[in-house]
């Protein structure tokens, strides 16, 4: 663990604010999370009594205006939090994080209704949300959903499976989206709001995962779903709209989780390589390894660097934010993958051995490589935005 | 409910050493914490409050640096701090300390409950959370493990004991003392947080709390701490060696004559 009293970090120029949510974070990181991981790991249990936790320290509402009962940050709030989170776990941060997914859609295109109701609920912590846009077909290529929602009334009635939808079964709230008029392309998808408690609803079993097994990840399975029409977010059509802004907003959190992942695997693997001796010393005497725990250090640095910044710059409203969102994403998911690598590597043997935490950080470090987007997907982004800028 | 929470801010018992010259505590470079058993105390008050509605207030007697410990206890859901403070407290034993604090809240009106931590982990006497329920003239029941409900003016808990537990019910108003069993302390929620930092803290002096000067501090203490010392160490030690069956086999021939 890192003791930060020790530890030089850049000075990021916090806020006494945001300096607040890092301590409260930080907290339950040391005194919740830690204790809790390894066995929430092995037993593949959903961490309820730590997000009960989050939620009586005001956490789940970071991000939601203050008018909807929440506290009035940003995506750098969540990011400073996340960070936090992810260096006790990150398949609990990113059962936190998933309910920030759903919440966006709503808060981005939602109607006024949508948000005085639901948006409480999951700023206090009393309802989870999750997000639903992958499907069998659908996974980098959207376009390929399948699942459809039909007005019929004053109902939407909705057909299809979801699928890998973190927080699934566990969330009360879901945002979905679906096909509303096939023949309309990328204008022919709309986003809805589905409840756990909604006729025709049902889940799959429960996926059994590599890392992040903290988490849950099932189908949404809808059979003749009915929902009341008012569900609707935003008009009909703006679906893959919403999906991208949500995903823009989104992506910096899971660059944070790698930040924190990354600083949990440095911590570990310096603890140890001053204490392992071997030949005679310290294996921290030996340049080879010196050498790539400073390329841990450096690469781990310039992430946080990155993702901080472009945190603020969306929150300050900056322009083109796909790019700066995606690169962020990833620079520090591909960090955490190398750095926790780099970990097990240090700790040799030990570290492949689940009584030190590394091997699960290893483990936990891919995911972050893939969902929300992977970073193949990301590159594409940053690609055709620069070809764009550079055609202005 | 009105609920009052006495929380003591105490030396962090990491830090804690004896001067071996002056035969005091070397109070220097030590951080000072809510005395731990008082989170207890805290996170109790502020349950029955979520549950039963009403507010909790935190009172502390110290000098004016343990206003900390309020800012803390607000960041963690009490509602109103009061710290009891002025240079005639100074010196006080438990007798002194009761008086003080009893005082104290008399002055804050009607109160349903006040809940105190089972000891300091620095004085260690456990006789105040008792002391001010004499003074108060009210009921209390110490190192309670849980708290089974309120209604119609009464409170049953459960009070730890060597071989169980005892089923209590007490009158209200009542004090109760509590073990860390009777639940798992919150973190600071944010919003506590931003409340702790606008705090103004009420403080109290003897003349606030319309004290008699005879019965405060040194003054007004019944017991007064000769010296403190660290106990000397003068057992006999014996390292046993070998490996560790052998160590054990050692061991257990030495102890098998005592029992
Ligand atoms: C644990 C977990 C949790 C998840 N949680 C959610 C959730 O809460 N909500 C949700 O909607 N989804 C969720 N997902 C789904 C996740 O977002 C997708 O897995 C991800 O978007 C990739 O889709 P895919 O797996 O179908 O891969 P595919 O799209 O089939 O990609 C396979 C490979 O091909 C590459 N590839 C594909 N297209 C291109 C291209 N054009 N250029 C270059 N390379 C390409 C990809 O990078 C990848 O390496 C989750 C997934 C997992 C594993
Ligand atoms: C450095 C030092 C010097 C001392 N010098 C003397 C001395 O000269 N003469 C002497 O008789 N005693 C002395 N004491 C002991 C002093 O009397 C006690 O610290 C004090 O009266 C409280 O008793 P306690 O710490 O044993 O608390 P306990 O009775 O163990 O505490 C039980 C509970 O009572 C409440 N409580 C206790 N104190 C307070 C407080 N101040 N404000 C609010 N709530 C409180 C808390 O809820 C606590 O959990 C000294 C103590 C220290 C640490």
Sequence with gaps: ?392 | MKIIVCVKQVPDAKDVRLDPKTNTLAREGVQSIMNPFDRYALEEGVRLKELYGGTVTVVTMGPPQAAEVLRDAVSCGADDAVLVSDRAFAGADTWATTYTLSQAIRKLGSFDLVICGKQAIDGDTAQVGPGLAQRLDIPYTAFARKVLGCADGIIRLERMMDDGYDEVEMNMPALLTVVKDINEPRVPSLKGKMKAKKLQVVVMSAADIDADPECLGLKGSTTQVVRVFSPEFKAEREMLVGTVDQQVEQLFSKLEPLL
């Design chain 1, 1 to 392: 663990m890192s003791d930060e009293k020790k530890v030089t970090i850049l000075n990021y120029f916090l806020t006494e604010e945001q300096q607040m949510i890092v301590d409260v974070a930080r907290q339950i990181t040391e005194e919740k999370i830690i204790p809790q991981r390894a066995e929430l790991d092995e037993n593949e249990e959903f961490p309820t009594g730590i997000l009960k936790e989050m939620a009586q320290a005001d956490l789940f509402g970071l991000y939601i205006p203050e008018e909807y009962g929440g506290f009035g940050g940003g995506c750098f709030d969540m990011v400073l939090a996340l960070e936090q989170f992810a260096k006790g776990c990150v398949g609990i941060a990113t059962s936190f994080a998933a309910s920030a997914l759903g919440a966006y859609p709503i808060l981005i295109s939602g109607s006024d209704e949508l948000k005085q109701y639901y948006m409480p609920l999951i700023a206090s912590g009393e309802k989870l949300a999750a997000f639903g846009l992958t499907e069998a077909n659908a996974g980098s290529d959207a376009s390929g959903i399948q699942t459809t929602a039909v007005l019929v009334g004053d109902e939407w009635v909705l057909n299809g499976t979801k699928q890998w939808i973190t927080n699934a079964g566990d969330a009360s709230i879901y945002s979905i989206i679906a096909i509303t008029d096939r023949a309309k392309g990328a204008r022919g998808a709309s986003m809805f709001v589905v409840e756990d408690t909604d006729p025709g609803f049902s889940y799959g079993v429960k996926e059994k995962k590599l890392g992040i097994r903290a988490s849950s990840t099932r189908e949404l399975i809808f059979k003749d779903c009915r929902i009341p029409a008012s569900r609707l977010i935003g008009r009909q059509g703006t679906g893959f709209f919403t999906v991208m802004k949500t995903l823009d907003l989104s992506r910096p959190g899971i660059a944070s989780l790698g930040v924190g992942l990354g600083q949990a695997a440095l911590d570990e693997a310096v603890t140890y390589a001053k204490q392992r001796v071997q030949f005679g010393k310290p294996i921290i005497s030996f340049q080879a390894v010196q050498h790539i725990l400073a390329d841990m250090a450096i690469q781990l640095e310039a992430s946080r660097a990155l993702v901080y910044a472009s945190a603020r710059h969306i929150d300050n409203g900056g322009n083109d934010v796909s790019k700066p969102s995606s690169m962020c994403k990833v620079m520090a998911t591909d960090m955490a993958m190398k750095v926790t690598t780099d970990a097990v590597q240090i700790l040799g043997g030990y570290g492949y051995m689940r009584e030190y935490p590394v091997e699960k950080m290893m483990r936990d470090a891919k995911i972050l490589q893939i969902y929300e987007g992977t970073n193949q997907i990301q590159r594409n982004v940053i690609g055709q935005a620069l070809n764009k800028e550079y055609s202005r």
